[in-house]
């Protein structure tokens, strides 16, 4: 059985976002704004690139409105003996 690796995603507290934009701006690949200038999350599973974009956003918010979910994903799938795997 392989590690398990992990996935991360950003996150927004909308009760906490006032709506000042920074974020968009320093990770303008994951995020937009909309026309009230709230930030919209565009990508769920954020690559290495991305990350570190999410990242420096995370860091400049001035709300702490940002965080990242890092969430463990098995990379193999156990299945019971006996069980055959669909074709």
Known sequence: MTKPGSTSRLRIDAAACDGIGVCAHLAADILELDR?????????????????????????????????????????????PGVSTPS
């Not at 991305?50 to 890092?70: H, N």
Request: proline share 7%.
């Open 36 to 80: 009230w200038g709230f930030p919209i999350i565009t990508v769920r599973d954020l690559s290495r690139g991305e990350l570190s974009a999410a990242k420096r956003a995370v860091r400049a918010c001035p709300r702490k409105a940002l965080w990242i979910e890092t969430t463990a994903v098995p990379s193999v799938v156990q299945r019971a």
